[in-house]
């Protein structure tokens, strides 16, 4: 990325600060919280959350139900605040996400959480804020002010908090050193160009993103960062539950961009990208060593070498970003200013 003339430009840049910052401030609300969850482990876990918080929500279950093998369901907010109801949900962990920490659905899903016996936590950038107060312990995600209305450092400190989350339950030595090597290669990773897939995702009005294990929640993240930020609708699928209908929508006028994650989970995409060639898709793969064979229905995006799935997924996002960028400039949007939107989203 060579143009920095927006603000959301300059704040993908101060992703790796940002999580540079973390293993200090995070180091003892993260020891208390890992030596309370494994002296009484949950048999579930609940999240709450909204927008790219809830993808950064999604990505905790993957990791926690990879890592831990505890179960992790999303929460209605509406449940307190619209329907004044409340779950059962003593001695269970109940993680709450959000940037600003002021959505009253949210906090009214953290009390009522904590009045039914749950440990609730709250993942915040605003440690001054309601829900902040109301939690039983806070990380703070170290992403100082962001201007920029659609989110782009604090979904990469949210993930990055989270994967420090997983790996400190569970005693994690592999997932803990690759986030110690994470703030490099977030700075390597908005260097690497997409471009590549600017001109056909400028002339669709539609697209859709695919991802699976740890790169789900990245495509999830992805679709709605095309939506906010170039006014395009884009579509979030797991690779295996695109194939259960949606694959009907495939033909060349569709974009797919893909996500590839490192892990075992890797088999089936690759399996799927194939079947989506075959059927004549414009399929955009973002992998390493995924080089663009010159076949017009098939572009490789590059992606850093691999070095541990999680993180590696984390890359990707911060690869993507910076290709967002370019992409609202070539469709003449003011990257920093998207129509019907402000930086806080208050719901109720």
Not at 22 to 46: C, F, G, I, S
Not at 304 to 322: H, K
Request: hydrophobic content about 50%.
């Amino acid at each position: 990325m060579t143009n920095t003339s927006t603000m959301m430009a300059r704040e993908i840049l101060e992703a790796p600060d940002v999580v540079a910052r973390q293993a200090e401030r995070l180091q003892r609300p993260l020891a208390e919280l890992a030596a309370r969850l494994q002296r009484t482990p949950p048999k579930v876990v609940v999240t709450c959350a909204r927008g790219s918080s809830a993808h950064a929500a999604a990505f905790a279950k993957h990791l926690i139900e990879r890592y831990a093998g505890i179960p992790v369901a999303p929460a209605a907010p509406s449940i307190a605040s619209v329907y004044g109801g409340s779950l059962q949900l003593e001695d269970q962990l109940f993680l709450a996400v959000s940037q600003s920490g002021q959505s009253e659905d949210l906090v009214s899903m953290a009390k009522s959480a904590k009045a039914s016996g749950a440990l609730t936590v709250a993942v915040v950038n605003v440690t001054q804020s309601p829900l902040a107060a109301i939690c039983d312990i806070v990380l703070p995600i170290c992403a100082g002010p962001e201007l920029s209305v659609a989110a782009t450092k604090t979904f990469v400190g949210t993930a990055a908090a989270l994967a420090r989350l997983a790996a400190a339950w569970t005693n994690n030595a592999v997932l803990a050193a690759a986030i110690e090597r994470l703030p490099d290669r977030l700075a390597a990773a908005p260097l690497l160009d997409w471009s590549e897939s600017v001109p056909a995702l400028a002339a669709t009005a539609s697209l859709v993103t695919i991802g699976r294990g740890p790169t789900l929640a990245i495509a999830r993240e992805a679709a709605l960062k095309l939506k906010e930020t170039c006014n395009l609708h884009a579509e979030a699928f797991s690779g295996a539950e695109f194939l259960h209908g949606p694959v009907a929508l495939a033909s060349y006028r569709y974009p797919i961009l893909m996500f590839m994650p490192t892990d075992l989970a890797a088999d089936g995409m690759r399996q799927l990208a194939v079947k989506l060639q075959a059927m004549g898709t414009e399929l955009f793969v973002a992998q390493h060593d995924e080089a663009s064979s010159g076949d017009a229905h098939r572009v490789g995006l590059p992606a850093l070498a691999p070095d541990q799935p999680e993180t590696d997924a984390i890359c990707l996002i911060q690869s993507f970003y910076a290709m967002v960028v370019e992409l609202s400039r070539r469709l003449d949007i003011d990257v920093d200013r998207p129509r019907h939107l402000s930086k806080v989203t208050s719901t109720t």
